[in-house]
């Protein structure tokens, strides 16, 4: 890091900005697949299971003071390339120096009790895949999902840290920067959220599906109120309609056959 009168010297916002632009350019020509983490607007998340994200980290003391470094490094575009994966996140970050430093977190995967309490409580209340993804879903459902301790989101225990730059402190800037990305990149892609917590998205609401495929099946199996049967409407005129049905078919057997007449030609 370069000193000045034994003081980091001070780098401004265009300066942090085009190093990262420079370091973004070198890492493309090597892997065209890297995912730089972007930020469109004032606000770092959108969404709400991003924004849901980035407020159980802050709440949190042990996260609440520290983690707010990273705001500044995500909005100049540091986060060069973020990577989430079963239980992991990996990423690059752009600090002070040339070479971007790499940064590595470890999330436990999610309890079974915890998920399947999840399941149970979203049985018929998710109408679809969207609508969870969207967060469109009970109130009692999203203070479910962020119970602090027994929600779907990670407590700092359940989260290890890890970054190759000289800072001591185990959430240093560059660690801060990209956690803040992974908000950022679940309102790019939510689903991204239950692969981080090695769960299936999908047992939240194939059950819900499962249900109302039954309940339509129930339905159809009945019959319908305003259909009547052959017996009924016998009843209603005092009528025996397959008596009635044997007899004309009888006299239509008897009956002769009528012929067309031939025209006379003139």
Known sequence: MPYEYGFPKYVSVAEKRARAERSLANLRKRNPD?????????????????????DNLERYSDYAYRIGRGKSYVRHGAVLDLQIAPGTVSALVQGSEDKPYRIQITIQPL??????????????????????????????????????GTGLFPMPKEIALQCSCPDWASMC????????????????NPALFF????????DLIS??????SETLLKKSSHKSDRVMDSDDISA???IDLEEDNETA???????????????KKP
Not at 34 to 54: Q, S
Not at 130 to 147: I, V, Y
Not at 178 to 184: F, N, S
Not at 195 to 202: F, H, K, W
């Open 173 to 188: 800037k560059h660690v801060a920067a990209a956690l803040y990305g992974v908000g950022t990149r679940l309102d790019e």
């Open 34 to 54: 890297i995912a730089p983490v972007v930020v469109i607007g004032r606000k770092l998340t959108n969404t709400w299971w991003g924004k849901a994200w980035n």
């Open 111 to 148: 309890s079974n009790n915890t998920w399947e309490k999840t399941k149970r409580s979203c049985e018929g209340a998710i109408e679809s895949l969207q609508e969870l993804l969207n967060g469109q879903f009970p109130k009692s459902l999203s203070d479910l999902f962020t119970a602090q």
């Open 249 to 263: 078919t009888a006299e239509d057997a008897t009956r002769k056959p009528i012929r067309p007449r031939s025209k």
């Open 207 to 212: 059950k819900t599906i499962t249900q109302k």
């Open 236 to 238: 209603m005129f005092g």
């Open 195 to 202: 692969v981080l917590r090695n769960v299936n998205i999908d």
